[in-house]
């Protein structure tokens, strides 16, 4: 692409304005800006839609000046934003859409502040940390009658688009219980996140994944009314990351458990950690395995099909079972470079619901089509709540461990309010969100 170039004046435009630069930005959506900068979006509805990437907020502007030097015979030049006053520049700037690639205990700022200045917005998992966050976030999106979604690109997995869809048609009957297993080396705590990891966990980073996937795929986001979440424990392991009596975490292992509208429970176990050897021959290590009345499902994300060795390139630079599904750069057999997977496919998907939004049809009617994509439960805030609520209840737990009361549980929707920890031993309870669930 020339860069330069004038953009054809009978599309529509998008404006994208990214907030945080790091690993997850460079994997998937500067992708998505390179391919897009080439091939508009279409659709019948909408017809050809550009997305630019006009704009990026960071704190020290670095990353961003980079990737302008990195990518300028490739896509037009953004606004390099950064500073204190970082997000307030982008947003002033003008972009339609704000992106939300920062650590998770920053989401919900950037995510607020956008919203307030009337902008579409993707998050990155987990959206926010407590449900109180969330209800704010979505009293605002619902005010200024924009998109607040979520992105949680597992869904897009072929594999579990394929256990979805055996359980929608009932081929698989009743879930009982289920192991998520997913763990990633040590560079991940120990270099890419070293500067924001203080007192944080592997639980919430990635079992968020499959916190989402259970409950989108067995709850009422499917096929089953009355599925409830009742009841959250975790537990994990200090000492390598940090200290091993203080608040950052190496592994946790969560436990979930949901009732179904027949009063039998289904337990869910999730196991994380980021302290993997870094020439584990694998990027990270991830597996399921979920259990019903008549049949079993098990999946290994990094066994599909490919492995392989190179002298002197794996297992470090190339991984011996690398998974090409989530991303994946391609020369393709006619001859064009293509870099694709469910890990872009997610946000290529928001761009679309965006696009569908705005030019789908006559102004009148955009508060249809807005609702029409609120409704897609796989990503929008409304349909996050159990996500969220989980996340919330696990740090409260963990929390509680790192004071010296391990063992606690958290109860949903019970009849102290809606998330209430108890602590083993003591009479008293902590409710961490009144409402219901």
Not at 11 to 16: C, D
Not at 38 to 47: E, H, I, Q, R, V
Not at 284 to 313: C, L, P, S, T, Y
Not at 399 to 422: C, I, K, T
């Amino acid at each position: 692409m020339n860069p330069n170039k004038t953009p054809n004046e009978d599309h529509k435009v998008l404006r994208v304005g990214m907030i945080g630069l790091g690993m997850i930005f460079d994997e998937t959506y500067k992708p998505v800006f390179l391919e897009l900068a080439n091939s508009p979006l279409y659709s019948p509805a909408t017809g050809p839609v550009d997305i630019r990437w006009t704009a990026a907020a960071t704190r020290t502007g670095t990353r961003g000046q980079n990737y302008l030097q990195q990518l300028k015979h490739l896509i037009p030049p953004f606004e390099n934003c950064h500073g204190d006053d970082a997000i307030q520049k982008l947003l002033a700037s003008n972009v339609d859409m704000v992106c939300v690639a920062t650590p998770d205990d920053r989401h919900f700022e950037a995510a607020k502040m956008a919203l307030l200045a009337g902008k579409h917005v993707l998050i990155e998992k987990p959206s926010v940390l407590t449900l109180k966050e969330l209800e704010q976030l979505q009293e605002i999106a619902d005010q200024k009658k924009v998109l607040a979604k979520v992105v949680y690109h597992k869904l897009a997995d072929p594999d579990h688009k394929k256990l979805r869809t055996h359980y929608a048609d009932s081929v698989f009957r009743h879930i009982n219980n289920g192991y998520c297993s997913l763990l990633e080396p040590k560079s991940i705590s120990g270099k890419q996140f070293a500067e924001w990891i203080v007192g944080r966990n592997p639980g919430t980073y990635v079992a968020v994944h499959y916190i989402k996937l259970i409950d989108f795929t067995f709850g009422p986001a499917s096929v089953q009314p009355g599925w409830e979440l009742i009841r959250i424990n975790a537990t994990g392991q200090r000492g390598l990351v940090g200290n091993a009596d203080g608040p950052t975490w190496d592994s946790c292992q969560l436990q979930i458990t949901y009732r179904h509208p027949d009063n039998r429970e289904a337990t869910f176990d999730i196991h994380t950690s980021w302290v993997m050897p870094d020439n584990f021959p694998g990027y990270v290590e991830q597996e399921v395995q979920f259990r019903f009345d008549n049949a079993i499902w098990n999946a290994h994300q990094r066994k599909r099909g490919v492995e392989m060795a190179i002298e002197d390139r794996t297992p470090n630079e190339l991984k011996n079972t690398p998974n090409y599904h989530y991303n994946g750069a391609f020369l393709e057999p006619w001859g064009k470079r293509s870099q694709r997977g469910y890990g872009l496919e997610i946000i290529h998907r928001f761009f679309e619901e965006v696009a569908f939004v705005e030019f789908a049809g006559p102004a009148p009617s955009r508060g249809d089509r807005l609702q029409s994509m609120k409704e897609l439960s796989y990503n929008d805030l409304s349909a996050d709540r159990n996500t969220v609520a989980i996340v919330q209840a696990m740090e409260a737990i963990l929390s509680e461990h790192v004071l010296g009361n391990p063992g606690a549980q958290v109860l949903v929707n019970g009849p102290d309010g809606g998330l209430v920890l108890y602590r083993p031993g003591k009479s008293e309870h902590l409710i961490l969100h009144a409402s219901k669930v």
